[in-house]
């Protein structure tokens, strides 16, 4: 019943240069969206990939579960000493992630230019 | 005194993730045909998908014999919408999640939903079924709770 969760990954370089690992998500996020969510954040090379954009663009339907499968995701990466931003949420979503506090720990921009440039 | 007239739909749901979906798709259909905003619409499809959630997971333990009742009832200002599972219900409320513990691995990542639910809409009880079962959730949202 749920909308299998996709995921890739491109790299991109910021206005400031910086190279930028984007996470591009399609589908629903929720309980089964364990390995595109945190499997594709895993398999980025931790040395390289210091700056992270995780793309909802095209992701309809985030449940309780799939924000607890991103802040595994922020968990992982605060450890590593990456920096995290998101883009695409709709407003319902952004308000969502608001409530929970996500936004303490990653920030939201509308767009992809928004957020390469914030990086 | 005019009567108020109550319009009620029902959907029952296999314990089966996923068929949330069915519940917030029916949510969504009554609220905008009340004439609901979309902002308010979408705070209601994710809570009856958080209260569905629950219901199938932990009221019913994704018991496949057992299905999740969704009662809407449509009245002149409000939406009304129960959730019933064959569990003991909830005896007690979560902590309020917080994300600083969360991110020190001082707390479960999980366990949002309650605190979705109850963030989203004007009112929620949980409410225990009298024989230890058919215990329910209630949700209202309210047409003018937010109107400017």
Redesign the interface.
């Known amino acids: 019943?749920?909308n299998e969760t996709k995921a890739r990954v491109d790299q991109l370089t910021s206005p400031a240069g910086a190279p930028v690992s984007v996470l591009r998500f399609e589908g629903d996020i929720?309980?089964?969206s364990k390995d595109a969510v945190l499997g594709t954040y895993q398999s980025l090379p931790k040395n390289d990939a210091k700056k992270i954009l995780l793309d909802f663009t095209k992701v309809d339907?985030i449940?309780?579960?799939g924000?607890?499968?991103v802040?595994?995701l922020?968990?992982e990466a605060?450890n590593a000493g990456q920096k995290v931003c998101a883009f695409g949420l709709?407003?319902?979503f952004t308000k969502?992630f608001t409530?929970?506090?996500?936004t303490?720990?990653a920030d939201l921009y509308p767009g992809q230019a928004e957020a390469l440039a914030a990086l | 005194m005019s009567e108020i007239k109550t319009t009620t739909v029902e959907v029952r749901l296999p314990s089966r993730m996923g068929f949330e979906k069915v519940a917030m798709s029916t949510a969504s259909a009554v609220a905008k045909l009340m004439g609901f905003p979309d902002d308010r619409v979408e705070d209601l499809k994710t809570a009856v998908a958080e209260a569905c959630i629950n219901a199938i997971e932990h009221g019913n333990r994704l018991n496949d014999k057992l299905s999740v009742g969704v009662v809407l009832s449509a009245g002149e200002d409000s939406l009304e919408v129960k959730v019933i599972d064959d569990g003991k219900g909830m005896t007690k409320q979560p902590a309020k999640p917080d994300i600083d513990r969360k991110m020190h691995g001082e707390e479960d990542p999980r366990g949002m939903g309650m605190f979705l639910i109850q963030a989203l809409v004007d009112e929620a009880e949980w409410v225990v079924g009298t024989e230890g079962n058919s215990s329910y959730v209630r949700l209202v949202i309210r047409l003018d709770q937010h109107a400017e």
């Not at chain 1, 409530?99 to 996500?102: E, F, Q």
């Open positions: 019943m749920q929720a309980s089964t339907y449940n309780s579960s924000i607890a499968l802040i595994q922020l968990i605060a709709s407003a319902h969502v409530m929970v506090g996500i303490k720990y």
